[in-house]
């Protein structure tokens, strides 16, 4: 099963900014990660060719 070796919990959100979500896992075989949005929604992102590190950028950040 995969280990996940760093979990971010909270973030400082600045309106208007951009976050950068990383991942990084010991598996074998290499896993498939997905990152989800709170409403289920599935976001791109990006795995590192050759690692098991995954990163998602979320963009401009606005209060509701």
């Known amino acids: 099963a995969p280990f996940i070796l760093n ?7 600045i309106n208007g900014r951009d976050i ?3 991942c990084t896992v010991d598996a074998f075989p290499k896993p498939e990660i997905s990152w989800y949005a709170p409403n289920g929604q599935r ?3 990006f795995t ?3 690692s ?11 209060r509701k």
């Open 43 to 45: 976001l791109s992102s």
């Open 48 to 50: 590192e060719e050759n």
């Open 7 to 13: 979990k971010e919990k909270k973030f400082a959100v």
């Open 20 to 22: 950068v979500c990383e």
């Open 52 to 62: 098991l590190n995954a990163t998602v950028i979320v963009s401009q950040l606005h």
